[in-house]
């Protein structure tokens, strides 16, 4: 799918004398999206934002419905966000595949928010199939290349994404950052140059 709206390049971050500041973000209907979001958090000691469709939880669309919306391109209206994605360095967003296409809640979230400067890496967990089409139309929605993206299917889920999700968080921020920013070092951890357009395949990791 290709993007109508010019992207903007992903600047580089500069060299700063704390870890960069993180927000990880996704929509999870069934937990699975829930429970990379947060190991990709603690890793990256990086603040969590729950994407909610607004309104009260009985009005949480069913399964024919998601899948509709998300099929035709919907922006579903959610919660008020509690971070301002524009105030940190890197954002991830992450999401389930719907019906081969990006959930509304998560366009909905994407539309509401201007991500300003911050950088972008893009994660999804689904059944099978739909992971670079779902990748294509969140850099659609947000304008930004994702300086990395991360798919794992229910069944890599399931087994034990922890080998998948560092691989992942160490071409974010490098081999060994979480551990740094745990341990309280004021040693520098730039974000590296964004390179080329979010490439991607179903199941894996790229960056
Ligand atoms: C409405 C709906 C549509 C789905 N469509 C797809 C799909 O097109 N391709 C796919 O691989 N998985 C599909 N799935 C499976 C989910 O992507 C998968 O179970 C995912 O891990 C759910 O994430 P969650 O637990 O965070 O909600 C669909 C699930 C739902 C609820």
């Given at each position: 799918m290709m993007c109508r709206c010019p992207l903007e390049p992903a600047e580089p971050v500069a060299t700063v004398s704390t870890p960069p500041r993180a927000l990880v973000v996704f929509h999870s209907r069934s937990g699975r999206t829930r429970r990379i979001g947060r190991m990709l958090a603690a890793r990256l000691q990086a603040d969590v934002e729950e994407i909610q469709f607004a309104g009260s939880i009985d009005r949480t669309p069913g399964y024919a419905r998601c899948a509709l919306q998300a099929a035709g391109g919907h922006a579903a209206r959610v919660q008020a966000a509690r971070h301002d994605p524009a105030l940190y360095d890197l954002v991830l967003v992450g999401s389930p595949v719907w019906c081969w296409s990006l959930p509304a809640p998560v366009r909905g979230w994407l539309k509401m928010h201007p991500l300003g400067a911050a950088q972008v890496a893009f994660f999804c967990t689904l059944g099978g199939s739909g992971a670079e089409r779902v990748f294509a139309q969140m850099q659609q929605a947000c304008g930004k290349r994702a300086r990395a993206t991360l798919a794992l299917t229910e069944a890599q889920v399931e087994a034990g994404p922890r080998a998948?999700?560092?691989?992942?968080?160490?071409?974010?921020?490098?081999?060994?950052?979480?551990?740094?920013?745990?341990?309280?070092?004021?040693?520098?951890?730039?974000?590296?140059?964004?390179?080329?357009?979010?490439?991607?395949?179903?199941?894996?990791?790229?960056?």
């Open positions: 998948a999700v560092d691989t992942f968080v160490a071409r974010l921020v490098g081999p060994h950052a979480h551990e740094r920013a745990r341990a309280g070092a004021a040693a520098a951890v730039p974000l590296p140059h964004a390179q080329g357009p979010a490439h991607s395949r179903d199941a894996h990791s790229t960056g």
